[in-house]
Structures are given as structure tokens and as C-alpha cells.
Nanobody, 115 residues
Framework: QVQVVESGGGLVQPGGSLRLSCTVS????????MTWYRRALGQSRDLVAR???????AYADSVKGRFTISRDNAKKIVYLQMNSLKPEDTAVYYC?????????WGQGTQVTVSS
């Protein structure tokens, strides 16, 4: 069974930084793209950033230049470094592993940006 576990969320002031981590329990981690999504209260779940198996990345316009997605294939972890955080970044952040048998989601980690 595939397990996806996010961590690293919390409360941060505007302008601050957080790094989210997502651990995925599959031996073929390096073969698949990984994606971070977020859902703000009362809104739909939106794509934040994606990293391909090649390392190519893509970002939502709202986070370009502030967020960086990366992966450590040896540790089977995908990271989301979030800098210059804004109140509108407040959301539950989810990691998704899109593998051959389907898409697997973590439970989410809350990020709150507030003074």
C-alpha cells in the first residue's frame, strides 16, 4: 500500500518561510512526477507546484518566484520551500504521488500565514 505523508506546516508571519516535506513509500519513487496542491477554506484544491521525474518543474502563477519544489530520490522525499509567504497562501497543503496504479494523497498539512 502506498503511503504519502506530509509534514512541516505551521503558523508563520507574512514574509516568513516554511519548508514542507512529503515522504512517499514506493520503491519506484524516482520514476513518477510529484505534485503539491493546496486548498484554502471554502475553495477548491489548486495545483501549486509539480516536479517531473526528470527534475523539470512547473508552478502556479501565484507562487512563481517564491516557492521551490525539489525532490530527493534516494530519500523518497519531495520538498516545497515557501518563501515570502503571504496571508493568501494560508491553506491545507497536500502532496500527490501520481503512479501507475493511481494517484495517492497525503492527509495534508496546515499552513497559516498571519501576524
Amino acid at each position: 500500500q502506498v503511503q504519502v505523508v506530509e509534514s512541516g506546516g505551521g503558523l508563520v508571519q507574512p514574509g516568513g518561510s516554511l519548508r514542507l516535506s512529503c515522504t512517499v513509500s514506493i520503491s519506484t519513487f524516482r520514476s513518477y512526477p510529484m505534485t503539491w496542491y493546496r486548498r484554502a477554506l471554502g475553495q477548491s484544491r489548486d495545483l501549486v507546484a509539480r516536479i517531473a521525474m526528470s527534475g523539470d518543474t512547473a508552478y502556479a502563477d501565484s507562487v512563481k518566484g517564491r516557492f521551490t519544489i525539489s525532490r530527493d530520490n534516494a530519500k523518497k522525499i519531495v520538498y516545497l520551500q515557501m518563501n515570502s509567504l503571504k496571508p493568501e497562501d494560508t491553506a491545507v497543503y497536500y502532496c500527490a504521488a501520481q503512479i501507475s496504479t493511481g494517484t495517492y494523497w497525503g492527509q495534508g498539512t496546515q499552513v497559516t500565514v498571519s501576524s
